[in-house]
């Protein structure tokens, strides 16, 4: 029995807990491919236009779990992880996104509701019961799963929060047998090391590790000698602090979080400038976007945003990204020369 997991969407926050968990009861998971151009088409084929890239791609990624021979896929209902906080609408309605585009996919989906009062997926047992009674699963066994889940999972956040990109943290966490820790842990160190200038991605995990959607932003920020610190590297206190001291918040969780994590950079000396990685069509961008945006000036911070789709064009996006850097590189120098004079 193989339950396919698409690599899309909350997979990049959530693989090291799921993979553990499936393991863990000795099922066997079967992980769509990273993003390509098949998987983007199939998706924008069989979704409806209005839809968010992200999502549309979340389609093609089950098409092809499908062609690959799983029994089972994936699709969990999140819903909530933050006691008066919720998730996009598509987050929440992603089983019946999947019902309606491919209505003969009803009887394989599994679709766990989440609702739970933290990041972490394990604080309630009720959750996974359609574990239980789908593969005949002891309470206890599943018990133990989510146990190993968690723990692992946690890991996976403490290396976020020491500064390793996401796919590198879930590899420290997961220890997957082809590297020593020791040798990942030196492959990233330089990455640390006094970089010209640093600055805060802020978008939705799904669209910045993608490297298709977000058209590799964060490779090509590597590759010109940038820094990047993105909000999953920043504790879960802090960015609750800073939604203290903001009158009114959103109402989307990992909107607010991105909201947060905006407003830590713009008080973080460190951070030279930021940008905002966004998908076009999203609601709870089209608000997070702006008022970020008008902060810009009060912060004396630079502020740019790139809207993505399925259209976008890897060269005006290059050619965007390097004139942001050529200009916070310049700003910098400028400074430091007003400095020393
Ligand atoms: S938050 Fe925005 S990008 Fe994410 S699923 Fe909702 S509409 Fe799409």
Request: glycine share 6%.
């Amino acid at each position: 029995m193989k339950i396919g997991i698409p690599q899309a969407l909350l997979y990049h926050y959530y693989y090291p807990f799921w993979k553990t968990y499936f393991d863990s009861l000795e099922i066997e998971t079967i992980i769509s491919s990273p993003t390509n151009k098949r998987i983007m088409d199939q998706g924008v084929k069989y979704s409806v236009p209005e839809m968010c890239v992200p999502i549309k791609v979340y389609l093609g990624h089950v098409l092809e779990l499908v062609d690959k021979g799983a029994d089972y896929i994936f699709v969990p209902r999140f819903v909530s992880i933050q006691k008066g906080q919720f998730f996009c609408p598509k987050f929440m309605g992603l089983p019946d996104i999947i019902r309606h585009s491919f209505p003969e996919m009803e009887p394989i989906m599994i679709s766990p509701y989440i609702e739970s009062t933290t990041d972490d997926l394990a604080t309630s047992i009720k959750q996974y019961q359609v574990f239980e009674e789908k593969f005949g699963i002891s309470r206890r066994d599943n018990r133990k799963a989510l146990k190993n889940a968690e723990s692992v999972w946690k890991s996976f956040r403490e290396y976020s929060l020491r500064g390793y990109d996401i796919s590198e943290a879930a590899a420290l966490s997961m220890n997957d047998g082809h590297k020593t820790l020791k040798q990942r842990k030196s492959e990233v160190k330089e990455r640390f090391e006094t970089p010209e200038v640093t600055i805060g991605v802020l978008g939705y995990v799904y669209n910045i590790y993608d490297s298709v959607i977000s058209l590799d932003i964060l490779n090509r920020l590597k590759e010109m000698g940038v820094k990047v610190r993105t909000f999953e590297m920043i504790d879960d206190d802090v960015l609750k602090e800073q939604l203290s001291s903001i009158p009114k918040t959103l109402f989307w969780t990992f909107s607010d979080k991105l909201f947060a994590a905006g407003n830590h950079f713009y008080h973080d000396s460190e951070i030279d400038g930021i940008i905002h990685v966004t998908a076009f069509g999203c609601g709870p961008d089209s608000m997070l976007g702006k008022l970020l945006e008008l902060d810009s000036t009060k912060h004396e911070k630079p502020f740019m945003t790139l809207r993505i789709d399925e259209h976008s064009g890897e060269n005006h996006l290059q050619t965007r990204v390097e004139a942001f850097v050529d200009m916070l590189k310049r700003k910098k120098r400028k400074v430091k020369r007003g400095a020393l004079a």
